[in-house]
């Protein structure tokens, strides 16, 4: 088989791309390696920038998002029992949507068939071959059967475990990488949310978030040591915790109900610096991963696929290939930037085990700066909105 660009994941990288190529008349077919049930039961990203919003309005798939989307005008740092408005839209113009990275995701799968967009789904031990030709190619094996697409050019969308950027020569990269020393232990419950919008909140039993996904879907995190597991959080001990960290400071304390979905997510900072070998162009988590601190990662994505679409559109529409020779300039721009902030409100919001009582107090004195200095409040709500692209 022959197309012009074989995109390797149908997370919401691969899924929007695929949208815009074909939106331009270009042909591209999507190959991923698990089921479509498995993709939607994935429950991740909630928060969404204008640069997201604004791509599924200009492919006419936000009719979902405009129905059910929260539009959100501040959000809300706790420190201790203080809560700390950052009003986002009286400070940069703008607002974001809440609206579930399932939901987008459905709403592109919904959209793929219906416009003929090819996802082969359940696709295993994918390859790359021949990256560096003319004419690269990807393998896929489906019901046992081995199966070849050769492209003009293959786009990476397959997230941090995937095979696209391991293609790549050790010698050709650079990679930075931060692990955190705690993961994120995530409740999903049909719930009324405790405030009405997010609440980050660092406190002596450290950090949690109250998010939501609809005025009747809940979704809460609390930090906790990467030693423990599922087993050690009840649903009864995670309701206990979330009722002690936001019944004092939220607006209608915390509903509980049972949980659709628990899970516990490491945190890491990671940039893989080269996004581009030869015919292969990486995107979203496969080039890099941001702590969900901040509601960074989805969005990432969205620009990197921004960039990436508009340079194949350029190459395809008049020959100009100067934007893929500058997508990874310009992405990679853009990805430190929300590196550094999500870095910055993690180190702020958290507590680290090898932190001591110096430690807590610039944490609390950086605290009460930003609670005093609309300057500060605005630096944080522009970057929460989403730097321009
Ligand atoms: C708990 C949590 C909360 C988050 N909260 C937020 C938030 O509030 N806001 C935000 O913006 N971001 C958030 N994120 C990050 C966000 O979910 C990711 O950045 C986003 O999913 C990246 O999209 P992607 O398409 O690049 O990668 P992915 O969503 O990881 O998609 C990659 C796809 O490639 C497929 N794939 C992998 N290997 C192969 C293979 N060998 N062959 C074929 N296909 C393959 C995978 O199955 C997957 O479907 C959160 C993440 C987590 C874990």
């Known amino acids: 088989m022959k197309t012009q660009v074989a995109i390797i994941g149908s997370g919401p990288s691969g899924l929007l791309l695929g949208h815009l190529l074909r939106a331009a008349g270009i042909d591209c077919v999507i190959v991923e390696r698990q089921s479509a049930d498995y993709v939607l039961g994935r429950i991740r ?12 309005e200009r492919l006419g798939i936000d009719a979902g998002l405009k129905a059910c989307g929260l539009l959100e005008e501040g959000f809300n740092l706790a420190d201790g029992e203080r809560l700390i408005r950052i009003e986002i839209t009286r400070l940069t113009g703008k607002h974001v949507v809440v609206y579930g990275q399932t939901e987008v995701t459905r709403d592109l799968m919904d959209a793929a068939a219906e416009r003929g967009l090819e996802v082969v789904y359940e696709a295993k031990d994918v390859g790359l071959h021949d990256l560096e030709s003319d004419l690269p190619s ?11 697409i050769h492209a003009d050019f293959i786009a990476g969308c397959d997230g941090f475990h995937g095979p696209s950027r391991r293609a790549i020569p ?14 994120w232990l995530g409740i999903l419950a049909d719930v009324p949310p405790c405030h009405p919008e997010l609440i980050y909140a660092n406190g002596e039993r450290g950090f ?8 009747t879907r809940s979704r809460y995190y609390i930090q906790v040591p ?12 995670l309701w206990d915790e979330l009722a002690q960290r936001f019944d004092p400071i939220s607006k209608h304390g915390v509903t509980r109900g049972p ?25 979203g988590d496969a ?11 989805l969005n990432l994505a969205a620009s990197d696929v921004a960039y990436l679409s508009d340079a194949l559109i350029a190459h395809y529409r008049s020959g100009d290939d100067s934007a893929l020779a500058g997508y990874e300039t ?38 009460d700066y930003v609670a005093s200095s609309e300057a500060m409040q605005r630096a944080i709500a522009e970057n929460y909105v989403g730097l321009p692209l």
């Open 138 to 148: 990807l393998s896929y094996v489906k019901n046992g059967v081995e199966h070849r």
């Open 170 to 183: 050790a010698a050709r990269v650079r990679e930075f990488e931060r692990e955190y020393p705690f993961g």
């Open 45 to 56: 990203a909630g928060v969404l920038e204008t640069v997201t919003t604004d791509l599924m």
């Open 259 to 283: 949980a659709l979905e628990m899970s516990i997510a490491p945190l890491r900072s990671y940039v893989f610096e080269t996004m581009r070998y030869g015919r292969l162009f990486l995107a």
């Open 226 to 237: 990467l030693s423990e597991t599922l087993e050690d959080w009840p649903e009864a001990r």
């Open 287 to 297: 080039a890099h991963i941001v702590p969900p601190t901040g509601a960074k990662g």
């Open 330 to 367: 310009k992405a990679l721009a853009r990805i430190w930037k929300a590196e550094r902030f999500s870095w910055y409100l993690t180190k702020l919001m958290h507590r680290f085990p090898e932190d001591g009582s110096f430690e807590h107090r610039m944490q609390r004195a950086e605290l």
């Open 208 to 215: 949690a978030l109250a998010s939501m996904r609809s005025a």
